[in-house]
T-cell receptor, first 113, second 115 residues
């Protein structure tokens, strides 16, 4: 089955700096890669996603890049703010049409004011 | 839309008791997913349904766990008998389903504590 590895497990940055979280996946048939943000005690919330026919996608301060050859994708957050502090999860489909996701282990991002 | 609804939000029970968690997916969504989240194991997919039919239950930890989806608006996850190691946050998520409609939206979760 699919395996998703996420790094780093923790990331600490100063407000205004950029943050990058990286994930690798194993199933070459995977075609959908979402990123979720989970604040303490809250539900995971979809913040951005990318499909296998696109190499990069941006939404204001966040962007995701995908390298299908290397089977890795990354989340980029620019001009970080304290409210960006949360756990971030990457995920990948297992290549079925139902969207079954395998999640990475999560990255705890802390943005210091 | 109210989003995915789960109940109860918190459940405290004693070992050996039956626990039933409930989920109402977003109206019009055809796929429903049950997850368990713990510090040790992260976010695990337990089972998922498409058009009320269970598609993959390989993540269900053991026979003590069962899930049903009697109609498009309701699903249950039952644990019988419950054990302390079942303590976790259980999330339900739904998506439109079908080719290309993969975005999953999570409910608020049920925090289960088994003493």
């Amino acid at each position: 089955g699919e395996n998703v590895e996420q790094h780093p497990s923790t990331l600490s940055v100063q407000e205004g700096d950029s943050a990058v979280i990286k994930c690798t996946y194993s199933d070459s048939a995977s075609n959908y890669f979402p990123w979720y943000k989970q604040e303490l005690g809250k539900r995971p919330q979809l913040i951005i996603d990318i499909r296998s026919n696109v190499g990069e996608k941006k939404d204001q301060r966040i962007a995701v890049t995908l390298n299908k050859t290397a089977k890795h994708f990354s989340l980029h957050i620019t001009e970080t703010q304290p409210e960006d502090s949360a756990v971030y999860f990457c995920a990948a489909t297992i290549g079925t049409s139902y969207g079954k996701l395998t999640f990475g282990q999560g990255t705890i991002l802390t943005v210091h004011p | 839309d109210a989003g995915v609804i789960q109940s109860p939000r918190h459940e405290v029970t004693e070992m050996g008791q039956e626990v039933t968690l409930r989920c109402k997916p977003i109206s019009g969504h055809n796929s429903l997913f049950w997850y368990r989240q713990t510090m040790m194991r992260g976010l695990e997919l337990l089972i998922y349904f498409n058009n009320n039919v269970p598609i993959d239950d390989s993540g269900m930890p053991e026979d003590r766990f069962s899930a049903k989806m009697p109609n498009a608006s309701f699903s249950t996850l039952k644990i019988q008998p419950s054990e302390p190691r079942d303590s976790a946050v259980y999330f339900c998520a739904s998506s439109l389903g079908g080719a290309g409609s993969y975005e999953q939206y999570f409910g608020p979760g049920t925090r289960l504590t088994v003493t």
